[in-house]
């Protein structure tokens, strides 16, 4: 990732929709575009006889192609529809409404004529258009790979939707109430927090499959609750017969917070909005949006891909050019980064790591490094463990609340981190 600090400031407003709309007639196979897909698989096709599977797909087939979300986005050249043996997956360009419309429509039919069983998952995220070897179009990226990942969470009947996918939708009255948090499950790469659309009609309410399980085990849950109980009991016992003259007082640390979003910019210059990480192609470009829930010293430290020599470390913020490097920000002025520019997504494979740090003070051998790094913001090897040290030390235990523009991060600690993981293609 390259930060620009010297960019000329061109408009960085929201894109309309038929701009962001008309981008899948003009994509190429080196530019990304944003995808809305739905991933369909049979469940139980392989157990049947040889000659009966091809049967069930072909039914499945005509069955969504007959939907009116199919044949809408079909008609108006804004639908690539792809077979992956024993299903498909349609790549939906307008709305993430597209594909949850259709999967709507398919549970529906399937309610009435149910000649198989199917799970399908939803992803919003990055497509490459192609042609393949007979000159149809083709999509590839990271946005399919995930739909597939989310997809296979699921079981028969399953709608599940990635946080992505979802988190526009929940916020419409036609599908809020219809949107059930399905919870973290781990796919092949890590895991997702998904979603699972159903109601009395259609999907599933069943769990997903891999869920993680925070707590545990019951039997952990109850020994712990027990031990609380126990040791509340001591601390009980142990006050009454201490009995102080002059018992303290509690005191509770501020409730600290600062938000943070995007803007992203593509490689066709449209400029979107996005609450939270994404898989990003070479060549897009992003700005960050900090707003503090008080004043308070803001430090973003990024660290580069993994390379030959370890990976590079660089100071976003602050840097002398700005602000006169202080790290101070106001809760009453919101912070652009950069201020009227992008930072540019290189072609660096791999994880992007930026540290958000957020401090209810200076922090001296922050500060220090900054004025010490190199004028493109590159981090001195002597400052990084100085740096690492104080990552280590901060609050581990930040609260992440995800709201519907923006990600907050909050609390009680004098000094908190939030680790930002941008993903490239």
Known sequence: MSADRNHDSDAATPASDNEIAAEPHRGTASQALMAHVLFIDTVGNSRLATDHQPEVVTRLQQLVQATD????AHSGGDLVSLPTGDGMALVFFRSPEQPAGCAVDIARALRKDPFCKIRMGVHSGPVFLLQDINGARNVSGAGINQAERVMSCGGSGHILMSDVAADPLRHLSQWKARLHDAGICRVKDGTL????????????????????????????????????????????????????????????????????????????????????????PAGYQLQFRFAGGQDGFLYVVNEGPPRQGGPIWT??????????????????TPLLLPPDSFIILDKMQGQERVYVIWSDHD???????????????????DDLPAIRGILSKASSDVEVIKADTETIMRGNWPVLVKLIVLEHM
């Open 69 to 72: 979300e199919f044949q809408t």
């Open 193 to 280: 927090h998904l979603w699972s659309l159903h109601d009395a009609d259609i999907g599933s309410a069943a769990p997903a499959q891999g869920r993680v399980r925070l707590w545990g085990s019951r039997r952990a849950l109850i020994s712990a609750a027990t031990l609380v109980v126990m040791i509340g009991i001591g601390a009980f016992v142990a006050s009454r017969l201490q009995r102080p003259v002059n018992p303290p007082v509690a005191t509770h640390a501020p409730l600290r917070s600062l938000s943070y979003s995007f803007l992203i910019k593509t490689k066709s210059g449209a400029v979107l909005p996005l609450a939270r990480e994404m898989v990003f």
């Open 315 to 332: 100071w976003l913020f602050p840097y002398p050019a700005l602000h006169q490097g202080s790290a101070a920000l106001s809760a009453s």
């Open 363 to 381: 922090i001296p051998e922050l500060s220090a490094s900054v004025f010490a790094a190199e004028k493109s913001g590159r981090i001195r090897a």
